[in-house]
């Protein structure tokens, strides 16, 4: 499945990008210190029989500008990267946070499917058992109330005849009392009760 939208949790990818920029940034400005530093004395003993003063300090300079202009060229690549990046964890972010909400709505008809090589893969699989559990509960507790309303129809029936006969609604009566007993029972196991 190809990514059609890489910016999904913009506020996190940017500031996992300018993370990442930052960190490139830096380590590129203090690479150039470093090398600043350590090769202008040996540099300027080395050229000074070799150019003028004023010329030394020109090609100097040039070389501090072309090394500066280079680290903010990459910049924006570093930029785009961290957002590529930070699309492994914000777009299962994403998608977690979708399902959650149709959890929350009561839908439980939503797996989860994330790519490859996303991350949260781990909570993705949790997340489906947690949704697969709830829609087994819920199947169960359909069956069981379909169950009591038939026992329950069986019970008024019963009633609106001329002749009721007791021994049968009580029958249907502890046959409905056993169901809901298997429905407390259930919603105990599951520790809904």
């Not at 690479?31 to 070799?50: D, G, I, Q, R």
């Not at 492994?88 to 998608?95: D, H």
């Amino acid at each position: 499945m190809k990514r059609k939208t890489y910016l999904v949790k913009k506020s996190f990818q940017f500031r996992y990008a300018l993370v990442i920029s930052a960190f490139i940034l830096l380590t590129a400005l203090l690479s150039s210190a470093m090398t600043y530093l350590a090769l202008f004395p040996y540099l300027s003993e080395k050229l000074a029989n070799v150019y003028p003063q004023g010329r030394l300090i020109v090609l100097l300079r040039d070389a501090n500008t072309k090394a500066l202009v280079s680290t903010f060229i990459i910049f924006p690549f570093a930029v785009w990267f961290g957002i590529i990046l930070s699309h492994r964890v914000a777009g299962p972010w994403y998608k977690l946070e979708l399902a959650l909400k149709k959890l929350a709505d009561g839908d439980l008809s939503h797996d989860i499917y994330l790519r490859k090589n996303d991350e949260l893969q781990s909570l993705a699989y949790l997340l489906n058992a947690v949704m697969r559990n709830l829609r087994e509960v819920a199947q169960a507790n359909i069956k069981y109330a379909a169950s009591i309303d038939e026992a329950i129809t069986g019970i008024n029936q019963e009633l609106s005849k001329e002749s009721i006969d007791t021994m049968k609604i009580r029958l249907m009566i502890s046959s409905a009392q056993d169901i809901i007993s298997d429905l407390k029972e259930s919603l105990r196991r599951h520790k809904l009760n």
